[in-house]
């Protein structure tokens, strides 16, 4: 039996100053979960970070959190590494640059914790992503029981983002596959999603909770899209299995 609660993994590579507010962010979310009485790991995981990142978090200010060196370079193979080293019964990943709502990790572990009170297998997300900087939008998250959700709609885009909240099991039953961009294969939540789905896990909405995504003029969605990456072939996605992807 794993110790905590939830384990929260801020990523860095090449981030400085613009961490300050993501952190500012991930310690108000981590305080909120703690007095609703959950227990939180905190690691920050510096992947192949550039030495002002790696000065910038071990200032004095971050010394409340874990820091752990990782050297892989890839979204994936950096989550598929940590998650056996993290003593929390779910986890949270955060991007250096992004934020979440105060009350993301609380009410996303309210959440999870009844669903597994009634035996059901449930992937958290927020309500909302707000896209900002590089871009401006607004993405509403929508549950997989919603009427308004068709498997339909995953052969045109993702419709669940990576910084999600999930039980250990699933990102032990369902590990990352690594991005491959120079021949056009990217988007490893979106494979993660429909993986999961078609295992049983249930993608469901946190109502009033937020992700505010930071879009920079280089980073891997937009590598991504500029090459038009696209997802992997999967046997859920064919046409005679996809309607049943979600029951």
């Known amino acids: 039996m794993t110790a905590v609660d939830l384990s929260l993994v801020v990523t860095a590579h090449n981030e400085t100053f613009v961490c300050g507010p993501t952190m500012t962010a991930a310690d108000l979310a981590v305080q909120a979960a703690r007095d609703a009485g959950y227990t939180v790991q905190t690691i920050v995981a510096l992947d192949k970070a550039t030495p002002e990142t790696t000065d ?23 989550r598929n590494a940590l998650i056996p080293r993290t003593d929390g019964r779910h986890i949270a990943f955060l991007d250096a640059d992004d934020l979440f709502s105060e009350n993301w990790l609380a009410r996303g572990l309210d959440t999870l914790t009844a669903a597994e009170a009634r035996g059901e297998r449930v992937i958290a997300h927020p309500e909302v992503n707000i896209v900002f900087d590089g871009g401006k939008y607004l993405l509403q998250n929508v549950d997989q029981d919603s009427p308004l959700f068709t498997p339909y709609f995953l052969y045109v885009r993702n419709g669940y ?23 056009g294969l990217s988007f490893q ?19 009033d909770t937020i992700i505010f995504k930071r879009r920079r003029d280089f980073s891997l969605v937009v590598e991504s899209s500029g090459r038009k990456s696209i997802l992997r072939s999967l046997p859920e996605m064919t046409i005679d299995r996809i309607r049943d992807l979600h029951r």
């Open 56 to 78: 910038y978090f071990h200032q004095p200010a971050f010394d409340h959190w874990e820091r752990w060196e990782m050297d892989h370079g890839d979204l994936g193979r950096v």
């Open 161 to 183: 983002d990576s910084l999600c909240l999930t039980p250990r099991e699933a990102h032990l039953e369902v590990p990352y596959v690594h991005r491959d961009i120079p021949n």
């Open 189 to 207: 939540d979106w494979q993660f999603a429909v993986e999961t789905m078609s295992r049983g896990w249930r993608h469901v909405v946190v109502r």
